[in-house]
T-cell receptor, first 111, second 115 residues
Framework: GQQVMQIPQYQHVQEGEDFTTYCNSSTTLSNIQWYKQRPGGHPVFLIQLVKSGEVKKQKRLTFQFGEAKKNSSLHITATQTTDVGTYFCAGPGNYGQNFVFGPGTRLSVLP | EAGVAQSPRYKIIEKRQSVAFWCNPISGHATLYWYQQILGQGPKLLIQFQNNGVVDDSQLPKDRFSAERLKGVDSTLKIQPAKLEDSAVYLC?????????????FGPGTRLTVT
């Protein structure tokens, strides 16, 4: 299965600042998923990207899938304290409906 | 719809003891996953079921871990005997086999501490 890396590992921002996390793979990904995990909580599905160059928006969140389908990004505009948590990308694993999670980017938002 | 249920929520055991975790997926979801999440890391897939058959158990330490999903619904994950490095949160997730977005719905997890 694929391995995905994420940068940065941690990010501290002031409330209202923007935030971006990047997910990278050495091989082409057929698709990629993003999850958010609040402190003490469980991962919650955010989105799945499939097409090369795809851009999807969910309110203040913008997700991109690279043209070569080897990288993806999640951008949050004007962060709020409710955005605190760890953001994981997940790439395809060994079998269908099987995903390998990245190490995550932990976001802290200072009020 | 009801979410993925897991029990117990917390478990503390001594090393070399055994422990079992239970998961009830979302009704109708054919695919069930067990993940191990060590503090500060991403979830690591242990085993994936499609109905009651195993799809992928390549990362399951089979000398001590076992899992079953006998009737294609509930599942149990067992560790016997436990080691200190098994301390982690064990997450169960399920997904539907229909469509192309294989969104995984996670349960609250079981936090295992091995002393």
């Amino acid at each position: 299965g694929q391995q995905v890396m994420q940068i940065p590992q941690y990010q501290h921002v002031q409330e209202g600042e923007d935030f971006t996390t990047y997910c990278n793979s050495s091989t082409t990904l057929s698709n990629i998923q993003w999850y958010k995990q609040r402190p003490g909580g469980h991962p919650v599905f955010l989105i799945q990207l499939v097409k090369s160059g795809e851009v999807k928006k969910q309110k203040r969140l913008t997700f991109q899938f690279g043209e070569a389908k080897k990288n993806s990004s999640l951008h949050i505009t004007a962060t709020q304290t409710t955005d605190v948590g760890t953001y994981f990308c997940a790439g395809p694993g060994n079998y269908g409906q099987n995903f390998v999670f990245g190490p995550g980017t932990r976001l802290s938002v200072l009020p | 719809e009801a979410g993925v249920a897991q029990s117990p929520r917390y478990k503390i055991i001594e090393k070399r003891q055994s422990v079992a975790f239970w998961c009830n997926p979302i009704s109708g979801h054919a695919t069930l996953y067990w993940y191990q999440q060590i503090l500060g890391q991403g979830p690591k897939l242990l085993i994936q079921f499609q109905n009651n058959g195993v799809v992928d158990d390549s990362q399951l330490p089979k000398d001590r871990f076992s899992a079953e999903r006998l009737k294609g619904v509930d599942s149990t994950l067992k560790i016997q005997p436990a080691k200190l490095e098994d301390s982690a949160v064990y997450l169960c997730a399920s997904s539907s086999s229909t469509g192309t977005a294989y969104e995984q719905y996670f349960g609250p997890g079981t936090r295992l501490t091995v002393t």
